[in-house]
């Protein structure tokens, strides 16, 4: 299956305009697209499926449930797939069946180990008053980011680990989270900050289970592949980024991939 991907457009400050790749079977969104949700309709009526799932900013100046379920009654309305701790099955054209597991997979500050969660939460605070968001009437910081991140973290470490059965079969896994799942999807231009802790997660043991991870929030372009002992993983980004910090530059809003 051909997928084309996109994620961080930014489009409440940023000009883009959205094209459908040619020969993609499917449009994967993986967050940021618009923190006033008015660009999502830019995907109503697009050629090809399209699955989107949130990243941090279409929370902003929100109270994270009722963002949630806003978010999903639009989706709905536009005829977009939004996962969020959800599954779907979609066919290719060649008839392998394809899954797709996607969370916003908020950052539960381990990157780097445990002994180093505090600092990194720290680092954090910066984000958490960009984001202005809220959960059940008190600010969405960091401890709540991470009490978040870890009900993500259970959904997608079960999720992924279960098998298809003869009545729901699937030939292959797509892990989508907003999040990067490995501090190998680090921007270079920030390194092994504690901040970085706020942009990935140590997911590393969860990508053995999945056949390709998608992921965006770093304005950045990743796509590597982590060996393991069941084969390999491949992790993509296709972040735009803001343009007037120049993260936008070779960005390729054709960008593909087949699973």
């Not at 994620?7 to 923190?35: I, M, Y």
């Not at 279409?58 to 009722?66: G, K, V």
């Not at 008839?95 to 381990?110: K, S």
Request: glycine share 8%; charged share 25%.
């Amino acid at each position: 299956m051909k997928l084309q991907i996109l994620s961080d457009l930014h489009l409440e400050t940023e000009r883009f305009t959205p094209e459908p790749a040619p020969g993609a079977e499917l449009l994967v969104l993986a967050g940021d697209v618009d923190s006033t949700w008015a660009g999502l309709s830019l995907f109503k009526d697009w050629p090809v499926p399209v699955i989107f799932v949130p990243g941090n900013h279409e929370f902003d100046q929100r109270d994270i449930a009722e963002a949630l379920a806003g978010l999903r009654e639009r989706c709905a309305q536009l005829g977009l797939r939004m996962l969020e701790r959800d599954t779907c099955i979609v066919q290719g054209s060649d008839g392998r069946r394809i899954r797709f597991a996607g969370t916003v997979r908020w950052c539960d500050f381990d990157l780097f180990g445990a002994d180093k969660r505090l600092k990194s939460q720290r680092a954090a605070s910066y984000f958490v008053k960009v984001m202005r968001a809220t959960r059940q009437g008190q600010p969405f910081d960091p401890e709540a980011v991470r009490e978040e991140a870890l009900i993500c973290r259970a959904w997608l470490a079960d999720t992924l680990a279960q098998q298809p059965t003869p009545d729901v079969p699937w030939d292959a896994t797509v892990a989508i989270t907003h999040y990067g799942p490995s501090l190998r999807s680090a921007d270079m231009r920030y390194g092994a900050q504690p901040g970085t802790a706020s942009f990935c997660n140590a997911d590393d043991d969860l990508l053995p289970l999945a056949d390709a991870w998608i992921h965006g929030h770093l304005h950045c372009r990743h796509d590597y592949t982590v060996p393991h002992a069941q084969g390999q993983t491949r992790v993509v980004s296709n972040a735009r980024g803001h343009g007037y910090k120049g993260e936008s530059l070779g960005h390729d809003g054709l960008r593909t991939i087949t699973v």
